[in-house]
Structure formats: structure tokens, C-alpha cells
């Protein structure tokens, strides 16, 4: 009589024990059961790629003006080295003596200057000016003489330029040594902060 009192008990104890195992496993879900997630925590984004670092933006917009315009001004800069003058004036057809390079803000006015490369009419670079805009068009704020150079612009929004070396027995493949110099706008004008020449293979 005692064990037919105690049977719906056992049953019943039973039946919750394998429940309760049910409800915190992966066969059942218990709406409620589980402690609610912690507030999601705004994230910040850190990852700025390779070689970047935080603070202004690398991106600059393309500049507002041409390599016509660039050469119309050229043309008339009196300040401009008279071998720079001389490849300009004869400079009929824009893509032989021009080459759009990096635009840039090494100015930090918030609007792009833009890298222009000077060459022959057979390519080989001599030199590059630096184009700001203006309300009458592109002005030069900088200009430098170099064989066959390259011009980009630093995480820290200087210029890096890198040109080549050529002693007067070099033929145009094969520059005797490298240079490798850092401008910074300083003052109202570009200014040199390092430079580190290296000798050719």
C-alpha cells in the first residue's frame, strides 16, 4: 500500500531530474533559462592596413585641375627654372612632357595639391613641381630637379622622393647610385628633413 503512495512521487521526481538535464543541454531549449548577454560594447575600429597609423586621413580627393591647366600656369610662372621654361614652352602635346603623379595635402589646407612629373619626349623624368589650387587656377608652391624620380607621400604627410644618380660614363639604365631625400611643408615652403644616398648595384 506504502509503495503505491510512492510511486507517482518516485515518477514524478523522475521526470523533472530528466527535464532539468534536457532544459540546460542542447536537445531542448528553455526560453528564460539562460543568463541574458552582457550590453554589446561599442566597437572602434583600429585596423587602418598596412603601414598606416591613426590620425588624418591617408585618402586624398583627386585634385580640381588638369595637366593643361598645370602646364598653362607653368608657361607663365616667371619664378620657374629656366630649364623647366624651356621643356614647357615646347611642349605641344601635354602627355610628353607631363605626368599626373600622387595628389596630396602635405599643405594640411584641406585641399589637394597634386605631383606633377616633368620629362623629355622620351620619358625620361628631370624633375617635378608641386601644383596647389587657387582661385586664378594651379599655382607651384615647389619645384625640384632630379633624374628620373619618384614622389609619394609618407604617413606623416611628408613627400618621399627617390631619384636616381648618374655620373657622366652612366648610360640611362644604369644610374651609379640612388637618393633617397624627405620634404616637409614648413614655414610657408617645402623644406628638406632627411637625405640618404646609396651607390648602385
Not at 510512492?6 to 530528466?18: K, Y
Not at 603601414?51 to 591617408?58: D, E, H, K, N
Not at 624651356?86 to 585641399?111: E, H
Not at 606633377?116 to 587657387?134: R, Y
Request: a positive charge; hydrophobic letters at 35%.
Amino acid at each position: 500500500m506504502r509503495a503505491r503512495q510512492l510511486l507517482p512521487t518516485v515518477l514524478a521526481s523522475t521526470a523533472l531530474v530528466v527535464l532539468s538535464a534536457c532544459g540546460n543541454g542542447s536537445g531542448l531549449r528553455v526560453e528564460g533559462a539562460e543568463p541574458s548577454p552582457a550590453p554589446a560594447t561599442p566597437s572602434v575600429t583600429t585596423n587602418f592596413g598596412a603601414g598606416r597609423t591613426p590620425g588624418p586621413s591617408v585618402k586624398v580627393a583627386p585634385a580640381a585641375f588638369t595637366l593643361p591647366q598645370v602646364r598653362d600656369s607653368l608657361q607663365r610662372d616667371k619664378q620657374l627654372e629656366s630649364f623647366f621654361k624651356t621643356l614647357v614652352s615646347k611642349c605641344s602635346i601635354v602627355d610628353r612632357c607631363l605626368t599626373q603623379g600622387p595628389s596630396v595635402d602635405v599643405m594640411k589646407t584641406g585641399r589637394s595639391q597634386l605631383v606633377v612629373l616633368i620629362h623629355t619626349n622620351e620619358n625620361f623624368i628631370v624633375g617635378a613641381v608641386l601644383m596647389a589650387d587657387s582661385p586664378k587656377g594651379p599655382r607651384r608652391v615647389w619645384s625640384l630637379k632630379a633624374d628620373q624620380l619618384k614622389i609619394n607621400p609618407s604617413k606623416q604627410g611628408d613627400l618621399v622622393v627617390e631619384s636616381q644618380i648618374f655620373a657622366l660614363d652612366d648610360s640611362p639604365c644604369c644610374p651609379s647610385g640612388r637618393l633617397v631625400e624627405v620634404y616637409r611643408w614648413a614655414g610657408g615652403q617645402m623644406t628638406k628633413v632627411n637625405s640618404k644616398a646609396q651607390k648602385g648595384d
